[in-house]
């Protein structure tokens, strides 16, 4: 299978990433690199797709490389020059957040971006929300939100569709 394959392969079944960090600052909700990667990783191996993610000649790189050979896609973006390491490292691990949802066509929302711009976030029709399937990573981070109590069904609904099975199967 070439690396476009399996990389249509793998966006057919992340679907939307769910935001699980929360920005007090500008009291909003973004992806964080870590979740994302953790989010990935099932399919990544599932697909035989290596993710490297290194700063080359002063660029946050993303790559997905086939391990069968057969091909790799690249994204990066350059880093500001910044002389504060604790800028810095944001700015890298923002870059690595990005150069990865924009390698893979991901579905998220940038609501601490939009709310910086002044753009609005997501729209509230439900025809727009994507379907929250039992089988994908984004019920899983569903459930332990549930769980934990940190969401409600509500919220869940804000994000997904939520079909009546997949409701009886969260509570």
Same mark, same amino acid.
């Given at each position: ?63 997905? *490389?086939?391990?069968?050979? &057969?091909?790799?896609?690249? #994204?990066?973006?350059? @880093? =500001?020059?910044? !002389? ?30 939009? *709310?910086?711009?002044?753009? &609005?976030?997501?729209?509230? #029709?439900?025809?727009? @929300? =994507?379907?929250? !399937? ?38």
């Amino acid at each position: 299978m070439t690396i476009n394959e399996k990389l249509f392969n793998l966006q057919q079944e992340i679907g939307t990433i769910s935001k699980d960090a929360k920005n007090p600052f500008y009291k909003s909700k973004y992806f964080d690199i870590n979740s994302l990667i953790n989010q990935l990783q099932p399919l990544l191996k599932k697909n035989r797709l290596l993710l490297l993610q290194p700063i080359e000649e002063d660029m946050v790189v993303s790559k997905l *490389i086939c391990i069968d050979g &057969t091909g790799a896609v690249i #994204s990066g973006l350059r @880093l =500001p020059e910044i !002389n504060d390491p604790q800028k810095l490292g944001s700015a890298i691990t923002y870059y690595r957040r990005y150069t990865l949802a924009s390698l893979l066509g991901l579905q998220a929302v940038d609501d601490d971006a939009n *709310i910086a711009s002044g753009a &609005t976030s997501m729209a509230s #029709s439900t025809e727009e @929300l =994507p379907w929250l !399937n039992e089988d994908s990573p984004q019920y899983k981070a569903v459930k332990t939100a549930l769980t934990k109590g940190t969401a409600t069904i509500a919220d869940v609904r804000k994000k997904f569709k939520v079909s009546k099975k997949v409701e009886s199967l969260l509570k």
